[in-house]
T-cell receptor
Framework: DPKIIQKPKYLVAVTGSEKILICEQY?????MYWYRQSAKKPLEFMFS???????DNQTASSRFQPQSSKKNHLDLQITALKPDDSATYFC????????????FGKGTRLTVV | TQTVSQSDAHVTVFEGDSVELRCNYS??????LSWYIQHHGRGLQFLLK????NPVVQGVNGFKAEFSKSDSSFHLRKASVHWSDSAVYFC????????????WGSGTKLIIKP
């Protein structure tokens, strides 16, 4: 019974288009994160949110925008998609900000063609 | 600034063998050290962590890790591996001066031969 739900599991997008990756966590956690994993970079931290506020942004491009409509939601909007954006995007959460035990979703595998 | 190094991209052992996955870090202050496992096509799962106290930390499924301040290491070990242990293992470090953001190693793929 997954406690962090990511949708969709697989996503194919056309270069230049816009997509939203969905993440919901049912662990009652206060902090949520987005990570990216590709062949080029094994695991890359993108964003952290705490109580629906942006805490840290390590993504250089403004094409990536997290959106938190509820405490347990943290979606990721990606605009003007490029083939280099192809990766698996993981949503994660921890009880509190800076929590050292982080729980991960199963990921959304994005392919940009 | 903390860094984490996992020197072995791949480790191959036979089922039933013992294994050690190496993790070295650089940081001068107090840190949390942790290990995560990622099975193929899945998200990462927490294995164990260390902050203080007994330098040997027991995790799930027979895994344990030993902290060594003198060697700046936090190696993961298992006495007898099972085929289901085949996965990628990530070491991570976090510290107060980076808001405890996890800094990740590059991962070690553990391959278990039958």
């Amino acid at each position: 019974d997954p406690k962090i739900i990511q949708k969709p599991k697989y996503l194919v997008a056309v270069t230049g288009s816009e997509k939203i990756l969905i993440c919901e966590q049912y662990l009652g956690h206060n902090a949520m994160y987005w990570y990216r994993q590709s062949a080029k970079k094994p695991l890359e931290f993108m964003f952290s949110y705490s109580y629906q506020k942006l805490m840290d942004n390590q993504t250089a491009s403004s094409r990536f925008q997290p959106q938190s409509s509820k405490k347990n939601h943290l979606d990721l909007q990606i605009t003007a998609l490029k083939p280099d954006d192809s990766a698996t995007y993981f949503c994660a959460s921890s009880q509190d900000p800076g929590g050292t035990e982080v729980f991960f979703g199963k990921g959304t595998r994005l392919t940009v063609v | 600034t903390q860094t984490v190094s996992q020197s072995d991209a791949h480790v191959t052992v036979f089922e039933g063998d013992s294994v050690e996955l190496r993790c070295n870090y650089s940081y001068g202050g107090s840190i949390y050290l942790s290990w995560y496992i990622q099975h193929h096509g899945r998200g990462l799962q927490f294995l164990l962590k260390y902050y203080s106290g007994n330098p040997v930390v027991q995790g799930v499924n027979g895994f344990k890790a030993e902290f060594s301040k003198s060697d700046s290491s936090f190696h993961l070990r298992k006495a007898s591996v099972h085929w289901s242990d085949s996965a990628v293992y990530f070491c991570a470090v976090s510290a107060w001066d980076s808001n405890y953001q996890l800094i990740w190693g590059s991962g070690t793929k553990l391959i278990i031969k039958p």
